[in-house]
């Protein structure tokens, strides 16, 4: 008898061509995203693992499609960087948490800094310094209540670049932090050398404690490497009380995930805070 071996082939050609397809259309839709203001922010507590305190909050970006509906910033994120939309979808997300953080003050409600996310294409040395400084100068902000965070991934990518506008940041006083650290491969000796605040450890290593003797080790071996460096950790991804617990007994002093809040927009979040925050 004859067998159709093509077959199931076939069929994982159509799924392949349907994600190509979804590219696509994601990538028209976000041309003009933008203009239709389908972004919005929303911000997630960090916390002093100690106390609770809200110590600052990290602008997440969202996208709400008239007809794709939200789509999540690992899908869309991706393309943007790819077809060169970040630079300007990272700027507004800048110039919109900056302006937020402005009428948090002019309202008396006190946000102690924002943390933004950055792709390594925004990295421009020729912009992008001078756009933020220009940012903070129109919202009358210390640049210290600013941090960007950059994977580890991303920084590894074009060492000698992310240097020199990492440089420049910094003598502005601009904070910058190492995002998903411990996904990467980085080399400990160029590490060293970056003027980073601050390491955020991977929420994958801190999902793994009290479950993977592995995880834990490694939560332990990035602290003890953060306080070499001199660098705070933030651990990312705390869902359950035991965890923080591990983690401060590891000596690390801030945390952010749903064990205190998940990201908010901004009445839910400007509510958490008159609530008291974390108890
Ligand atoms: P990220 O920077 O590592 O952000 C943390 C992600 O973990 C967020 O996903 C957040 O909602 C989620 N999260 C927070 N706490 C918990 C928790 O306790 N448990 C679990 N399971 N997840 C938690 P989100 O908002 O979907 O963002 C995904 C990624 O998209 C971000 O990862 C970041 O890489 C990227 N992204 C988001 N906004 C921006 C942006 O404005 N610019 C750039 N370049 N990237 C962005
Ligand atoms: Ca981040
Ligand atoms: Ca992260
Ligand atoms: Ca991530």
Redesign the pocket.
Same mark, same amino acid.
């Given at each position: 008898a004859k067998r159709r071996p093509h077959v199931p082939y076939l069929e994982f050609d159509t799924s392949l061509s349907e994600g190509a397809t979804r590219r696509l259309v994601i990538d028209s839709a976000l041309r003009v995203a933008m203009a239709r203001r389908e972004f919005t922010l929303h911000y $997630?507590p960090q916390v002093d693992l100690q106390d609770g305190r809200l110590l600052g909050v *990290?602008? =997440? =970006?969202r996208w709400q499609h008239p007809e794709l509906g939200r789509v999540?910033?690992?899908e869309f &994120?991706p393309i943007a960087e790819e077809n060169g939309l &970040?630079t300007e979808i #990272?700027l507004w997300?800048l110039r919109e948490a900056i302006r937020q953080l402005r009428a948090w003050d002019d309202a008396g409600i006190e946000v102690p800094m924002v943390a !933004?996310?950055?792709?390594v294409r925004q990295l421009d040395p020729d912009r992008f310094p001078a756009q933020v400084q220009a940012i903070l100068g129109t919202a009358r902000l210390d640049p210290s209540r600013l941090e960007l *965070?950059i994977?580890e991934s991303m920084l590894m990518q074009d060492p000698d670049r992310a240097m020199s506008v990492l440089n420049a940041l910094k003598a502005l006083g601009v904070r910058l932090a190492v995002?998903?650290f411990g996904t990467g491969y980085s080399n400990l000796a160029y590490l060293r050398q970056l003027p980073m605040t601050r390491l955020k450890i991977d929420?994958a290593f801190v999902n793994g404690i009290g479950q993977h003797g592995n995880d834990e080790q490694i939560c332990r071996t990035v602290i003890a490497l953060a306080h070499s460096l001199q660098l705070e950790t933030l651990a *990312?991804? !705390? *869902?359950h009380a035991h965890q923080a617990g591990f983690l401060m007994q590891a000596g690390c002093l801030l945390a $952010? #995930?749903? =064990?205190y809040s998940?990201?908010l927009p901004v009445a839910a979040l400007e509510a958490w805070i008159a609530d008291g925050g974390v108890r």
């Open positions: $997630q *990290e602008a =997440l =970006l999540p910033p690992d &994120i &970040i #990272g997300v !933004v996310n950055c792709s *965070e994977t995002d998903d929420r *990312e991804g !705390v *869902e $952010q #995930g749903y =064990l998940p990201p």
